[in-house]
Every structure is written in structure tokens, then in C-alpha cells.
């Protein structure tokens, strides 16, 4: 007769384990460590979501490495890409959208965009959202033959939060961004020390992932194109 036996506990468990998935592992690898900076910890409107910033060192100045992650209960994700630089972040008001302020070197800054899908936030775009706002810029009669050589930065103008009540505009909160692009120029003439483009507004609509420009902001937008600094 053949006798059945039961496996040990300890022998079901392993063959349990190796059987299953393993486990993605939530939080930054080995080597990065949480900032203590109170200014790079960033908690959104509803409470739910905090944002931690880990920095890996190095001996090689451009080999520092930040990364920053959504921390939601006991979910960890990964606000890419990772950067060299601390970020800045800034939520709309419903907790939905997220704008990340990326330094990328001495004058010169980009933007992310992300949105909650799942009860995580990801990247709403496939390029940054200051790529974007540079394609808008470039694809305009007005302002696509400008060269921009250094300082390039595109940035989020405050009012995020509230719809930008603060320039007396009605418009529908957790909507629209409004975006400043600055940048210089390499060539200029003699009696000029700066010359090149200086806070040029367009607003990115969330809803509808398209730019435009607001009336209100033509007589800016021309004076910005004309922008410099003479010696």
C-alpha cells in the first residue's frame, strides 16, 4: 500500500515561495538617503500623498543623484525621471495633478507633469511638460525663428492652487497651468551685456492638453520678446 505523507510546514512554504511572483520592492535602492531639507518635503492638499526626496552622493559633483518618491499609505512610487538636482513640486487643488519644478543646471529648469491613475501618480505626458511648452513656443509665426542658447528655463507661476484668483481671472480650478519661458542668447550686440527672452506666458489646459495664450498676456509676451540689458 502506498503511504501518503504530509510535507513538512516548512517544505510547503518554500515550494509556496518559489512558486510565487516575487515581490517588487518598494522605495529607492541601497545608497540613497532622504533629505532632511524641510524645504524639498512636499505633502498635497488632501493629506494623502507626501513627497520624498532621496539623494545618492558622489565624489564627482555631476555625479550626485536625486530621486523622488510619492509616498501614499503604504504604496511607494517613483516620480521619474531621476534628476541631478533636489525639485520643487506644486499640486492642484483636488490632489489630482502635480507639477515638478526640476532645476537642471545654473539658470536653466524644466518641468514634469503627473496625474493620479490608481491611486498613484505617473507621468501624464510622454515628453516633459517644458518640451511642450517650448514645441507651443516654437510652432507660433511670432516667435519661431528665436534662438535660445543658455538659461533656459520654463517655470510654473504660482496660483496653481487656486485657479490663479490672484490675477482677478474666473477660470475653473484644478484646469489650467500657466508657464513663464526664459532663456538667452550667445550672440548680441557690443552695447548689450544680455539679450534674449524674458517671462513669455502661455497656459496648458488639463483638460484638454493644449496650449494657448490668453489675451491678457499679448503686450507681455511681445515686451518679452524684445528683452535685454544693455552695458
Known amino acids: 500500500m502506498t503511504r501518503f505523507c504530509r510535507p513538512a ?13 516575487a515581490l517588487a520592492a518598494s522605495g529607492p535602492p541601497p545608497g540613497f538617503v532622504l533629505t532632511d531639507n524641510a524645504d524639498l518635503a512636499f505633502t498635497s492638499p488632501d493629506g494623502a500623498t507626501k513627497l520624498e526626496q532621496y539623494m545618492k552622493d558622489s565624489e564627482d559633483l555631476f555625479g550626485v543623484k536625486w530621486q523622488v518618491w510619492a509616498r501614499r499609505g503604504d504604496q511607494m512610487t517613483e516620480l521619474k525621471p531621476e534628476q541631478g538636482y533636489g525639485a520643487g513640486f506644486r499640486f492642484t ?11 537642471t543646471g545654473s539658470g536653466s529648469q524644466d518641468l514634469f507633469l503627473y496625474h493620479v491613475e490608481n491611486g498613484a501618480f505617473v507621468n501624464a505626458t510622454k515628453k516633459s511638460l517644458s518640451d511642450l511648452a517650448w514645441a507651443y513656443f516654437h510652432s507660433r ?11 533656459i528655463s520654463a ?3 504660482k496660483g496653481t492652487e487656486d485657479g490663479y484668483r490672484w ?13 513663464s519661458l526664459s532663456g538667452a542668447m550667445d550672440k548680441h550686440p557690443k552695447n548689450v551685456a544680455v539679450k534674449g527672452l524674458a517671462d513669455w506666458t502661455c497656459r496648458y489646459d488639463l483638460k484638454t492638453g493644449k496650449f494657448d495664450v490668453p489675451q491678457m498676456f499679448a503686450k507681455g509676451n511681445a515686451e518679452a520678446l524684445e528683452w535685454e540689458i544693455k552695458r
Open 9 to 21: 510546514p516548512w517544505l510547503a512554504l518554500a515550494l509556496f515561495l518559489a512558486a510565487s511572483p
Open 93 to 103: 487643488a483636488d490632489s489630482q495633478w502635480l507639477v515638478r519644478m526640476q532645476k
Open 141 to 151: 509665426r511670432d516667435t519661431k525663428n528665436m534662438k535660445l542658447d543658455y538659461h
Open 155 to 157: 517655470n510654473l507661476m
Open 167 to 179: 490675477l482677478g481671472v474666473d477660470w475653473p480650478n484644478n484646469r489650467y497651468l500657466l508657464i
